[in-house]
């Protein structure tokens, strides 16, 4: 199985490209990233895309994926409507649609996030634009697409955040995980299974198209 992957350098993909390098099934992973990271692996090759609402310069590596797990995002805090739909809805389209095109038998994973909106209306500002960004993703011509909800997701294998507030949260937070996860089993999750849940949805699919944390953690068992 050939993986191309978006955002491997985040912490849900930091997590995503760990399980997929330990896969047997997985036989190549292709990283788009911004800079090449330095990062060596028989299995891995980086792709620099210097603007990632625009793929065009790239296309001819692109071909022959089976399948796609986007996990570039930001936090909506002190960003404008507009600077957060840059990079949620615009970026993921733009690689969504070139990539159903070129690949259309990829199965296509979007890494969204508990509390989306899928009507896209509500007054959540972040919340909308995901939802609106999910909808789209799932309405092009992939052999298979998936949206991912996960709420609290704990990092395991050294994997940190990028984001400073993240940082500090799960540093609060990652003592109290099992009391979390036996308060709240549906919404707390891990690095290791939302990559392993990914994985699985790729080589047998899964019961419905939008996955709260609760499928996302199941799946990953």
Known sequence: MK????????????GVLRECLLDSRVDRVLSLVRAPTGRAHDKLRELVVRDFTDFSTVEGGLSG???CFFCLGVSSAGL???SYRRVTYDMTMAAARTLARLNPQMTFVFVSGAGADSSGKGRVMWASVKGETENAVLALPFK????FRPAFIQPLHGITSRTRLYRIT????????P???ALAPGYVTTTERIGRAMLRVVTQGAPKRILESRDI???GA
């Not at 993986?3 to 930091?14: I, K, P, W």
């Not at 298979?144 to 949206?147: D, F, K, M, N, R």
């Not at 799960?170 to 109290?176: E, I, M, R």
């Open 179 to 181: 009391l979390l996860k």
């Open 3 to 14: 993986v191309l992957l978006l955002g491997g350098t985040g912490m849900v993909g930091q």
């Open 217 to 219: 953690d199941l799946l």
């Open 170 to 177: 799960y540093a609060v937070f990652s003592p109290l995980y």
């Open 80 to 82: 404008s409507e507009e």
């Open 144 to 147: 298979a697409a998936y949206v």
């Open 65 to 67: 994926h089976d399948a």
